[in-house]
């Protein structure tokens, strides 16, 4: 079949919940034995057992991505389980959504911290492996907000637009040993981070949508799977939009 990931080794990083917990079920679906890394260790036990039982393999990290010395010890951990690593899945964010000029310097930290420096953090533990194998695939969840701009989310535009400065970096730096590394950028996704948002707001988002509908986590998780195949070993340095035709960049 087109798109196995048989023997693939992968961490999912924000895989309690939303986008994260769908690919981490996504991969295991195409084969892959999947690390699920959280600060959620319940959710995380839920979907392992989920996993389990759909005759896959999966191994709990409990990690925030925003702690360097968590970091490391969950990527020690995956390697010393499994032996290799084949795919890093950087999808841990968090808002902290208010006007730039009400902005708290902490509140602009914390979704720096963890939505872009966890990604750093993530791809220095992963690269040690995967310079060694000559072979890895990193997907970056951005956001479409990256690429149009959103009032009263600066923190959480500027650490998704810095990913995709990051994946381009990086693609290019490893590139030679053939290790892709992209972005893909979701538009509005059903996820349990926009469940709260209130209905007019969904209305009048669904409106600007040309498909006329919200995605689904699964619709990214089939992309990051696609990604994460040996079908798209010549991808490199790309952002991949996933939004409905939101935003046609």
């Known amino acids: 079949?087109?798109?196995?990931?048989?023997?693939?080794?992968?961490?999912?990083?924000?895989?309690?919940?939303?986008?994260?917990?769908?690919?981490?079920?996504?991969?295991?679906?195409a084969g892959a034995r999947v690390a699920v890394a959280a600060r959620n260790t319940e959710k995380l036990a839920a979907l392992d057992v989920e996993i389990q039982a759909a005759g896959g393999t999966a191994l709990v990290v409990p990690m925030s991505v925003a702690d360097a010395g968590e970091v490391k010890a969950?990527?020690?951990?995956?390697?010393?389980?499994?032996?290799?690593?084949?795919?890093?899945?950087?999808?841990?964010?968090?808002?902290?959504?208010?006007?730039?000029?009400?902005?708290?310097?902490?509140?602009w930290d914390a979704v720096l911290r963890t939505n872009l420096t966890g990604a750093y953090l993530c791809i220095q533990q992963?690269?040690?492996?995967?310079?060694?194998?000559?072979?890895?695939?990193?997907?970056?969840?951005s956001s479409v907000v990256a690429e149009t701009g959103n009032a009263g989310q600066a923190n959480y535009v500027a650490?998704?637009?810095?990913?995709?400065?990051?994946?381009?970096?990086?693609?290019?730096?490893?590139?030679?040993?053939?290790?892709?590394?992209?972005?893909?950028?979701?538009?509005?996704?059903?996820?349990?981070?926009?469940?709260?948002?209130?209905?007019?707001?969904?209305?009048?988002?669904?409106?600007?949508?040309?498909?006329?509908?919200?995605?689904?986590?699964?619709?990214?998780?089939a992309a990051i799977a696609f990604l994460a195949s040996d079908e798209a070993a010549y991808i490199t340095g790309q952002v991949l939009d996933v939004n409905g035709g939101m935003h046609m960049g």
């Open 74 to 107: 969950g990527f020690q951990q995956v390697l010393a389980k499994f032996g290799r690593l084949d795919i890093l899945v950087n999808n841990a964010a968090i808002t902290r959504d208010t006007l730039a000029l009400r902005m708290k310097l902490e509140d």
């Open 159 to 221: 650490s998704k637009a810095g990913l995709i400065g990051l994946t381009r970096a990086i693609a290019v730096e490893v590139a030679s040993r053939n290790i892709t590394v992209n972005a893909i950028a979701p538009g509005f996704i059903e996820t349990p981070m926009t469940d709260p948002l209130p209905q007019e707001l969904k209305d009048k988002m669904k409106s600007l949508i040309p498909l006329g509908r919200f995605g689904t986590d699964r619709d990214i998780a």
């Open 126 to 141: 992963a690269l040690g492996a995967m310079l060694k194998q000559r072979s890895g695939r990193i997907i970056n969840i």
């Open 1 to 29: 079949m087109m798109f196995s990931l048989k023997d693939k080794v992968a961490i999912v990083t924000g895989a309690s919940q939303g986008i994260g917990r769908a690919t981490a079920l996504a991969l295991v679906e």
